[in-house]
């Protein structure tokens, strides 16, 4: 009896359903492990494997090659979304943030076998789903279309515009470094190039600390002491209706101010001389002086002289907890992803703020790192709250006389509203310091700024950080404290990479080697113009 030979019509169907379970393993994991648009970007770098299946072969150990090659590609994307899924669910971090990274660079094998043992019950389950997985994806691999055949011309086509495609995804930089084996093998660098870092990192702080000492900063006030810095990132003060921005995106420090009265200032001509954070902040910290051999420190000063400081963030950057957090006391990061794609809040700070000031601890600097509105702009406040996307108002309407591309008016709509969010995340840390301990009597002072500014549509057809704009360096600073401030400071012209000096005057603190010519609450103030990679008409408005 002869039997019939598989007819072409069946076999499409046999490895089409296998292409779909192989996706379908890989889809399960990748859905657990990421969100948003890098799912489809994932199945994207996951297709053109899978498309081998479509391919006759003839040979048995060309078929044995191809099972194995695609099993274990799917299975490098299975095992990344599983480790992933694991660090969401555990820590809401990502395997590239910064707490994940340090955790890793700073343990060793026993360490990791403990941490294991401790959770073994959750890695069981994860290694059960992916055993199921694998099994399942082992015997679908095996199902791939099979020599002598023709190939359909529709196939053929079909074969082909699916691989360009996925083309794209391997062309585009940002979706290649996605792939298991491009991240995981960077995430391995950078793992032993931060262990590395954070050995020469702990011996600089130890150095700072030292000369911090060796300054001898005392605190000239007695009795308790509270100052809150809070920093923000990509604030252009020109789009705060606190500056005269013709949209109401600072109601609440509108509020503040008027309700403080003497004890506030907001400087109107307060200007960045970096556009981007991390030398921002070294210059802040080294009070404009981070060329010097042996700069000092303000985090290390403030502690030398006996107060506990906090550092308390919403960013999640490697460089900035090195070099400047851990210099403090104590330290809290509630933004675990790292990078522009971070929908952390800066509202999740709040109550960190809250128990730092309830501390009993005479004299407290807490210092307070906010992603303000940090791009992308639409993650920087709760979503479906933007009151500035409904119709046309007079901001629209000039951006639209200006020229202004659609994309950089909608930019700005989404900044707009990062900004009015900001103001209830500002004027709360501002409140909370002006009320927490103020029957307990004594100094209490808060300053805010921007580490540098953003270009959203003023000087240009663009949006984003802006080295070579105005608007890359106009920033907001504000001071209060609990009593009067000389008001005529409000108009002078203010660095950012002077705050150091403004600060230790909130803080009290004199050491040697101090120069309060470059304290803009000074009486002898000194204004000395920066110089900036852009040409600016006047540091005075």
Not at 2 to 17: D, K, L, S
Not at 78 to 90: H, I, M, P, T, V
Not at 181 to 205: G, H, I, K, P, Y
């Amino acid at each position: 009896m002869n039997i019939p030979a598989t007819t072409p019509r069946m076999q499409p169907e046999r490895w089409g359903w296998a292409m779909a379970g192989l996706a379908a393993v890989a889809a399960v994991f990748i859905v657990l492990g990421h969100d948003g648009r890098r799912v489809a970007q994932l199945l994207l770098l996951l297709l053109p494997l899978l498309a081998w299946l479509a391919w006759p072969l003839r040979s048995t150990a060309a078929m044995r090659l191809r099972r194995v090659a695609l099993w274990t590609w799917v299975m490098l994307f299975a095992l990344d979304g599983a480790a992933r899924a694991f660090l969401l669910d555990s820590y809401q971090a990502a395997p590239d943030g910064a707490l994940v990274l340090g955790a890793v660079a700073n343990s060793n094998g026993r360490e990791g076998g403990e941490y294991l043992w401790l959770h073994w019950r959750t890695v069981v389950l994860w290694l059960a789903a992916l055993a199921g997985a694998g099994t399942l994806a082992w015997r679908l691999s095996g199902r791939g279309r099979r020599g002598p055949a023709q190939t359909p011309r529709w196939l053929v086509i079909a074969l082909v515009i699916a691989l360009l495609i996925a083309s794209v995804a391997y062309a585009s930089k940002p979706w290649r470094r996605l792939h298991p084996l491009a991240f995981w093998s960077n995430w391995a660098q950078s793992v032993q190039t931060l262990a590395a870092d954070m050995a020469d990192q702990q011996r600089e702080r130890d150095e700072v600390l030292a000369r911090a000492k060796q300054a001898a900063p005392v605190i000239t006030r007695s009795g308790p002491s509270t100052v809150v810095l809070v920093i923000t990132d990509s604030i252009n003060r020109d789009n705060m209706g606190l500056y005269g921005y013709r949209r109401a995106t600072t109601p609440r420090l509108q509020v503040q101010q008027r309700q403080a009265g003497e004890n506030m200032l907001v400087l109107r001509n307060a200007w960045s001389v970096d556009a981007s954070t991390l030398p921002a902040l070294r210059n802040m910290f080294a009070f404009g002086r981070p060329e010097e051999a042996q700069p000092q420190h303000l985090l290390a000063l403030a502690r030398a002289a006996g107060y506990k400081v906090w550092w308390m963030s919403n960013h999640d950057d490697v460089a900035i907890e090195q070099q400047h957090a851990r210099l403090a006391d104590v330290v809290e990061f509630v933004n675990r992803t790292p990078g522009r794609a971070s929908a952390s809040l800066d509202g999740e700070l709040l109550d960190c703020i809250q128990e730092a000031l309830e501390d009993p601890a005479e004299r407290k600097l807490v210092v307070v790192h906010l992603l303000g509105a940090h791009p992308h702009y639409r993650l920087r406040y709760p979503g479906g709250q933007n009151p500035f996307d409904d119709e046309v108002d007079a901001v629209e309407s000039q951006m639209v006389k200006d020229g202004r591309a659609a994309w950089v008016r909608s930019f700005r709509q989404d900044y707009d509203a990062a900004l009015l969010y900001h103001d209830f995340v500002v004027s709360e840390t501002l409140q909370l310091t002006r009320s927490i301990g103020r029957g307990q009597g004594g100094h209490r002072a808060w300053m805010y700024l921007s580490d540098h500014g953003q270009e959203v549509g003023h000087g240009g057809d663009r949006a984003g950080h802006s080295p070579h704009t105005e608007s890359g360096y106009r920033i907001p600073a504000l001071v209060w404290r609990n009593e009067p401030l000389h008001q005529a400071a409000a108009q002078r012209p203010f660095r950012a990479d002077w705050a150091g000096w403004t600060l230790a005057e909130l803080l009290h603190l004199r050491w040697n080697g101090q120069e309060p010519g470059r304290n803009v609450l000074a009486p002898d103030y000194r204004w000395q113009p920066p110089v900036l990679p852009v040409k600016v008409k006047s540091f005075v408005d």
